[in-house]
C-alpha cells in the first residue's frame, strides 16, 4: 500500500493538526527556558543539576548535540520533533485503517500539545510502535529490544508499567517472546540512563526517591479520588465509550484484560502528581488493543463504523478535555511560558525583514 496515496493517512494528519492547533492549542512547558539552559551547561560540570526531567534527557541531549544556543530555535526544534512524531504516528496506526481515526481522539493528543517540551510525544510513538508489533504478531527480538532500550532511555517508570500493561495484554503464545529481550532493552536502557546520571553528576532526587517525599502520595491518591470520572475521561476521552460496548459484547476473559491494566495505569499514575499526563500515555496500548478489538468484532456484528466514530469524535468535543494536574483543568496548565502563536510570526518576521521592508 502506497501510504501517500492513502486518504485515511491525510485525514488523520490533518484532523491530528485541527486538534493540535486549534481545538487543544499548542503551549510550552512553564520552565521550558530551564530545559533550556540545563542543555546548555550539560557536561561543563561547573553547576549542580538536580531537576527531575534530567532523568528523560533525550530532547535535551538532542539540543545539546545539535549546539543550538537560542531559545527561539530550541522551541522550533520541539515543535518540529512533535510534528514528526505525529506524522510517524499516523503512519504506524494505518494497520488500524478506517478505525485509526478513532486514536486521535482518545487523552495522549492533549497531553502531547499541552506539555510540549517533555519526552511524551517520543513515549508515545514508541508504545504505538511496540503495541503495533504485538497485534500484528511481528515477534522480532531485535525490534523489541530496540524499542524498548529507547523507551527506557527516554522515560524508564513509563516504560517499566507498559511493560507490564503489554504482557497482560499480549496472547499467552506472545509472552515469551515478547518479554526476554523486551525486559533486557529495559534493563540496558535503565543502565545507560545510571551511567549517563552519574557522568553529569546528577544530584537531584530521581523519580522513585520523588514519590517518598511528604504528601506526595498523599496528593496524588486525593487529586485522583476527588476527580476519578474526569480522571478516568481525561486519560480516554471519547474512546471511553468502546471500553465500555466491548464489556456488553466481548468475551469475559478479554474485559478482564483490559480492566486489569486500566488498574495498573490508575495504580502507576497514583504514584506521582502528574495525573493526566502519565495516565494518557500509559492508556496508549490499551487504546489500540480496544480499537482493533472493536475493528474485529465489527465483523461479526456489523457495526456502523462511522456511526462509532461519530460518538468518540461528539462526545471528545462535547465534554472536551478535564485535564487532572493539580486541580481539574479545562485549559492548558502552562500559559506563563512564551506562546507558539507568538513564536512563529516573530520568526517569519524576522527572517522577511529585508525582503519586506
Known amino acids: 500500500m502506497n501510504i501517500l496515496k492513502n486518504k485515511i493517512f491525510w485525514l488523520n494528519i490533518l484532523v491530528s493538526e485541527v486538534l493540535i492547533h486549534i481545538v487543544y492549542k499548542i503551549t510550552y512547558l512553564d520552565n521550558i527556558s530551564d530545559h533550556f539552559d540545563v542543555s546548555q551547561n550539560l557536561f561543563n560540570g561547573k553547576s549542580e543539576i538536580t531537576q527531575f526531567y534530567i532523568e528523560s534527557p533525550t530532547l ?32 504506524n496506526i494505518m494497520f488500524l485503517g478506517e478505525y485509526s481515526t478513532i486514536f486521535l481522539f482518545s487523552g495522549w493528543l492533549v497531553t502531547v500539545s499541552w506539555f510540549v517540551g517533555y519526552v511524551d510525544i517520543i513515549s508515545i510513538l514508541l508504545l504505538v510502535v511496540v503495541t503495533k508489533l504485538l497485534l500484528l504478531n511481528d515477534m522480532a527480538s531485535y525490534k523489541l529490544f530496540f524499542l524498548f532500550f529507547l523507551l527506557s532511555f527516554n522515560h524508564y517508570a513509563i516504560a517499566l508499567f507498559s511493560l507490564i500493561a503489554l504482557s497482560i495484554l499480549a496472547n499467552k503464545n506472545q509472552i515469551k517472546k515478547f518479554l526476554i529481550p523486551s525486559c533486557i532493552g529495559f534493563a540496558i536502557g535503565y543502565l545507560l540512563i545510571t551511567f549517563y546520571l552519574g557522568v553529569i553528576n546528577f544530584s537531584g532526587r530521581s523519580r522513585l526517591r520523588f ?48 480492566y486489569l491494566v486500566l488498574s495498573i495505569c490508575v495504580l502507576a499514575t497514583s504514584l506521582g502528581l502528574d495525573t493526566t499526563r502519565i495516565f494518557s500515555i500509559l492508556l496508549v496500548p490499551l487504546v489500540l488493543y480496544l480499537i482493533k478489538e472493536l475493528k474485529e468484532s465489527r465483523k461479526e456484528n456489523t457495526i456502523n463504523s462511522g456511526y462509532i466514530l461519530f460518538i468518540v469524535i461528539t462526545t471528545s468535543l462535547f465534554f472536551q478535555e478535564r485535564f487532572i494536574y493539580g486541580i481539574v483543568n479545562l485549559e492548558s496548565p502552562n500559559s506563563d511560558s512564551k506562546s507558539f502563536y507568538d513564536l512563529i510570526p516573530q520568526i517569519v518576521n524576522s527572517i522577511m525583514s529585508n525582503i519586506w521592508s
Do not use: H, M, P, R
Not at 543550538?68 to 520533533?81: P, R, T
Not at 476519578?228 to 456488553?248: A, P
Open 211 to 258: 514519590i517518598f517525599n511528604d504528601n506526595v502520595l498523599d496528593d496524588s491518591v486525593n487529586f485522583i479520588s476527588d476527580n476519578f470520572l474526569e480522571f478516568i475521561w481525561s486519560g480516554f476521552l471519547g474512546t471511553i465509550f468502546i471500553l465500555i460496548y466491548l464489556s456488553f459484547t466481548n468475551e469475559w476473559k478479554n474485559s478482564i484484560k483490559y
Open 60 to 91: 535535551i541531549l538532542l539540543n545539546k548535540f545539535l549546539g543550538i544556543s537560542s531559545i527561539d530555535i530550541f522551541l522550533v526544534l520541539l515543535y518540529v520533533i512533535l510534528q514528526v512524531a505525529i506524522v510517524l504516528i499516523c503512519y
